[in-house]
């Protein structure tokens, strides 16, 4: 893969929105964020020059893009990303766009796809966190025991159940299954050992209407 190793994470912007201080033992979410950008790389760049502006209203811990993973913020501060899960979550903003079709994010987007497998497999091993997707089911379930490790979800599924906000990122055609499979390479085997691009993903659901492009990160507290 071109691009820095998969490893390294880069400390080269600080988020200004932040809540405070958490125990690390607070988090049982990571949440799935995307950017709302067309660019590939520089896009995590781009990101964190956004959040250490005032005006950027949001923040996230991680951004990835196709050749580098950034952290804005410790995993110890309470990000700007999905209430009310800011407190409980580490949030992630991927490059791209809520509206990008599943072939796009495999094409264009899959280096940033494994990028953030790894960034997910790592974190949920140094938090204890299960490496398994919550649907808006399971979270309303989970969400009232702080001591339970969760797991995963998306900017929209937290939209959701809790209707604090109406972000609906990274969106229906972000191939879910295809992130996790390469996240639980990462967590069993420490690398890759097959790229599946084609295996059966969540299926669309036709019923469901256009999503809207988000226009940028706005993630109020
Ligand atoms: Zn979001």
């Known amino acids: 893969m071109k691009g820095e190793a998969l490893q390294v994470i880069r400390h080269d912007y600080h988020a200004v929105h932040s809540s405070g201080a958490r125990p690390l033992s607070a988090v049982k979410f990571i949440v799935l964020h995307c950017m709302e950008t067309f660019s590939l790389v520089g896009a995590d760049e781009g990101t964190g020059s956004w959040f250490e502006n005032l005006a950027s209203k949001g923040s996230a811990h991680f951004g990835v893009d196709d050749d580098s993973t950034q952290q804005y913020l410790p995993l110890t501060a309470v990000a700007w990303g999905a209430p009310p899960l800011n407190y409980n979550g580490v949030?992630?903003?991927?490059?791209?766009?809520?509206?990008l079709d599943r072939p796009k994010w495999l094409g264009d987007y899959d280096p940033m796809l494994t990028r953030e497998a790894w960034l997910v497999a790592h974190l949920c091993r140094?938090?204890?966190?299960?490496?398994?997707?919550?649907?808006a089911e399971d979270l309303a379930r989970c969400g009232d025991d702080p001591a339970h490790k969760a797991g995963i979800v998306t900017h929209e599924t937290v939209s959701a159940v809790f209707r604090q906000s109406d972000h609906t990122d990274p969106g229906p055609g972000?191939?879910?299954?295809?992130?996790?499979d390469r996240a639980k390479q990462f967590h069993v085997h420490g690398h890759l050992v097959a790229v599946h691009k084609t295996e059966a993903g969540p299926q669309q659901d036709k019923s469901r209407k256009p999503r809207p492009i988000r226009r940028i990160l706005r993630c109020h507290r």
């Open 174 to 180: 972000f191939p879910m299954a295809v992130l996790m």
């Open 126 to 135: 140094e938090l204890a966190i299960p490496l398994r997707v919550l649907d």
């Open 91 to 99: 949030h992630i903003e991927a490059s791209g766009r809520s509206a």
